[in-house]
C-alpha cells in the first residue's frame, strides 16, 4: 500500500536554531501534501496546505515565516521551523493525498517530535 | 459550524472484552468518514473510509458504522488485544481537499491484562 515517510523522527535542539522535517510519498505522487501539529492529548490541527510548485497554503494563526513550507517536487514536502522556540515544541504529522478512483486516500507520516531547549 | 465530536474521551477495558466508540458530527456537506488509530508517538493510520451511501465496514476486528441520516459513527472493537491501547480519531470530510477534513479528539483506549 501507500506509504508516507517522515523523518526525523525526533529531534532536540536550541533555542534559535532551525529545523527542517521531511514528508515523502514513496510510491505516488502527491500533488498537495499537508502538515498538522499535535499538542499531548489533543487533536491534529492543519497548519498548512502544501502544493507542488506553487505556495503553500497556511491556516489561520499560522506564521509563514515561522514555518517554510517548499514542496519542490511530487514526492517531497519539507516543513522548517525557523529560529525554534521552546513554544514550538510539538508533535508534527504530514500527510499526502492519493486520488483514487473511488475514495480519496489519505496517508500519514509517522510524525517527528520536536523539542526545543 | 462544522464540528466532530467523540465519545468517551478515554476507556479502559479488559483484554478480550469488546468495546464501541462513537462520533458524532455536523459536518456538511458530508463526504466521507473515516477512522483512524494513533499510537503514541506515531502519525495516524486509517482503519476504515466510508462514504454517504455505506452504512457499516470493516477492517479486521474493527467494524465502523455509519448512519448518515443521525450523523453518526461508531467503531466497534471485537475482543480487544493489548496492541489495540491507541487513540482513535474520527475524521469527517467535507469535499475532496483534505483541507475540509475536520478532526475529532479523539478517544484514547487503554487495553489492560
Known amino acids: 500500500g501507500a506509504v508516507v515517510s517522515q523523518h526525523p523522527s525526533w529531534v532536540i535542539c536550541k533555542s534559535g536554531t532551525s529545523v527542517k522535517i521531511e514528508c515523502r510519498s514513496l510510491d505516488f505522487q502527491a500533488t498537495t501534501m499537508f502538515w498538522y501539529r499535535q499538542f499531548p492529548k489533543q487533536s491534529l490541527m492543519l497548519m498548512a496546505t502544501?502544493?507542488?510548485?506553487?505556495?503553500?497554503?497556511?491556516e489561520q494563526g499560522v506564521e509563514k515565516d515561522k514555518f517554510l513550507i517548499n514542496h519542490a517536487s511530487l514526492t517531497l514536502s519539507t516543513l522548517t521551523v525557523t529560529s525554534a522556540h521552546p513554544e514550538d515544541s510539538s508533535f508534527y504529522i504530514c500527510?499526502?493525498?492519493?486520488?483514487?478512483?473511488?475514495?480519496?486516500?489519505?496517508?500519514f507520516g509517522s510524525g517527528t517530535q520536536l523539542s526545543v531547549l | 459550524k462544522n464540528q466532530v465530536e467523540q465519545s468517551p474521551q478515554s476507556l479502559i477495558i479488559l483484554e478480550g472484552k469488546n468495546c464501541t466508540l462513537q462520533?458524532?458530527?455536523?459536518?456538511?456537506?458530508?463526504?466521507?468518514l473515516r477512522w483512524y488509530k494513533q499510537d503514541t508517538g506515531r502519525g495516524p493510520v486509517s482503519l476504515t473510509i466510508?462514504?454517504?451511501?455505506?452504512n457499516t465496514k470493516s477492517n479486521g476486528r474493527y467494524t465502523a458504522t455509519l448512519d448518515a441520516d443521525t450523523k453518526q459513527s461508531s467503531l466497534h472493537i471485537t475482543a480487544s488485544q493489548l496492541s489495540d491501547s491507541a487513540s482513535y480519531i474520527c475524521v469527517v470530510s467535507a469535499g475532496t481537499g483534505a483541507n475540509n477534513l475536520f478532526f475529532g479528539t479523539g478517544t484514547r483506549l487503554t487495553v489492560i491484562p
Open positions: 500527510s499526502a493525498r492519493r486520488p483514487a478512483a473511488t475514495n480519496e486516500k489519505l496517508f
Open positions: 466510508m462514504t454517504f451511501s455505506e
Open positions: 462520533c458524532n458530527y455536523t459536518v456538511s456537506p458530508f463526504s466521507n
Open positions: 502544501s502544493n507542488e510548485g506553487s505556495k503553500a497554503t497556511y
